[in-house]
């Protein structure tokens, strides 16, 4: 798995660190440590003989209490750069150095309360851990410092509910440490008629601290002429193209084109630490090279190169959410809302010219590279055909989920909406699938009054929850549609 997290634990308790906090500390601690793509910080006891430094890691009890150890914990965290904060009242707990570091390091929060155990078994009958009440404290230290947080309950650290709400929690923080600062690559100019793919650079700088990286598209070509057809990198992709593509119906001067194509764009990217790229598709690099770039951008996003097509910027950061939402397990689709289907009215075609990943595909057997202009395979292969390079399948079936951020006057919003992938016995153009949807007509119009555009990112798997807990934490708004 690519995409990794580090949280921040913070154990708090108020006064005795009990033999019941040390319980629930360890426990919870586990079952964090035991999630995918996690690393866990967490202040440890101080060993026998030493003074505890909270701010090179260590506490008196291994949790945190008090003011002082709250920012040296802080100031421990923010060393280890931690992504998100995860806060816990082992007891009654500690709002103060909890709030503090929450207030300091200004990442993700999750809170939660452990559930109250039998009262002490003498004459006091005394509660033994008081989480219930003192997780008040802590929310509403939070809340009057205006810092967004999630409640995820009340629990045992060993109930399902609580790793699930991990797990999404982990999930929101991949795609907030994402989104922030992020490096998008822009290569080339929109289409002129594509105005829907406008966007507004100072709003993702205000908005997200992000950076756009230009560049010209012919800055790429030459880049790419200048590789030798010999070049051991060159042959390697070459070498890649044929063994990825059960069918090949392009000639041998495409996979070459492609090769030097598909190398210029890997350096920009890896050369610039992009997050994203948008590229564009056409003309110019047909006119220059000879050659279409679908299918490359299906390659470049399996290798971690997330690239969206028609220079559709903020289409790329929709992919950078739907990516890190998955913790890298599977790709995305930048995908065109295509048409309805004539028989099945809460049918859509979600489609592009030929862009997925290979990994996407139903059926690896009919995972064809193709011309434009042949999608069936059944005309002659073409040597100088600019219209080779698409990808030709159908994306396997599933539960997916679809995403698009949209700025409109500062202000930004999140569609989220999902479906389901139906298997189809037809043969399309590009890479292409069919997905149900609950009301195709909600949704359409949803796209229409919500300004969103003709494009978005698509991904297998139900992500709302995640996505909610990300539009709360960037204060974006979501589009629901279900």
Same mark, same amino acid.
């Given at each position: 798995m690519s995409v990794k997290v580090k949280l921040g634990f913070v154990p708090s308790y108020r006064f005795a660190f009990t033999p019941w906090c040390a319980k629930m500390r360890d426990e919870s601690l586990a079952v964090l440590r035991s999630l995918e793509g996690v690393e866990v910080v967490v202040p440890e006891k101080a060993p026998e003989g030493t003074e505890a430094c909270p701010a090179c890691g260590t506490t008196r009890t291994g949790a945190v209490s008090g003011l002082d150890e709250g920012d040296g914990v802080a100031d421990y965290f923010i060393s280890q750069k931690v992504d998100g904060v995860v806060l816990c009242p082992l007891d009654f707990g500690d709002e103060r150095?909890?709030?503090k570091?929450?207030?300091k390091l200004g990442v993700p929060v999750l809170l939660y309360a452990t559930k109250e155990p039998p009262a002490?078994?003498?004459a006091s009958l005394a509660r033994v851990s008081d989480s219930y009440c003192g997780n008040l404290s802590m929310a509403s230290g939070l809340y009057r410092r205006n810092i967004p947080f999630r409640f995820a309950g009340i629990f045992f650290p060993d109930e399902e509910e609580l790793r699930h709400e991990f797990e999404v929690f982990v999930g929101a923080v991949a795609v907030v440490k994402a989104l922030i600062g992020a490096r998008i690559g822009q290569v080339g100019v929109r289409p002129a008629t594509f105005e829907t793919v406008a966007y507004d650079e100072v709003a993702m700088i205000n908005?997200?601290?992000q950076n756009v990286v230009p560049a010209n598209i012919s800055d790429i070509v030459a880049a790419a002429r200048g590789f030798a057809d010999d070049d051991p990198r060159v042959q390697a992709l070459i070498d890649q193209v044929r063994e990825t593509h059960a069918i090949l119906t392009v000639?041998?001067?495409?996979? *070459?084109?492609?090769?030097?194509v598909e190398l210029a764009l890997r350096d920009f990217y890896t050369q610039n630490k992009l997050s994203a790229m948008a590229v564009q598709c056409w003309p110019s690099i047909g006119r220059d090279m000879g050659i279409s770039v679908c299918a490359m951008y299906g390659r470049l996003t399996e290798a971690e190169m997330l690239t969206a097509c028609e220079v559709d910027v903020l289409g790329a950061l929709a992919m950078i959410v739907n990516y890190h939402a998955g913790l890298g397990r599977i790709k995305p689709h930048f995908i065109d809302w295509t048409i309805q289907h004539r028989d099945n009215p809460n049918? *859509?075609?979600a489609w592009h010219c030929g862009n997925a990943p290979v990994s996407l595909a139903a059926d690896p057997e009919k995972v064809a590279l193709r011309s434009r202009a042949n999608m069936t395979g059944e005309l002659p292969v073409r040597e100088k055909d600019p219209t080779a390079g698409l990808h030709q399948f159908q994306i396997k079936?599933?539960?997916v989920t679809f995403c698009r951020l949209q700025e409109y006057d500062d202000e930004w919003k999140m569609l989220i909406a999902t479906g389901e992938i139906v298997p189809s016995d037809e043969d399309l153009a590009g890479t292409w699938s069919w997905v149900a949807v609950r009301d195709h007509a909600e949704l359409y119009r949803t796209l229409v009054e919500e300004g969103f555009v003709h494009h978005a990112s698509m991904i297998h798997g139900d992500q709302t929850e995640i996505l909610l807990e990300v539009c709360e934490f960037l204060d974006i708004e979501p589009i629901l549609v279900l």
């Open positions: 150095s909890a709030s570091i929450a207030e002490i078994d003498n908005k997200f601290q000639a041998d001067d495409y996979l *070459l084109s492609e090769a030097k049918w *859509l075609l079936p599933g539960v």
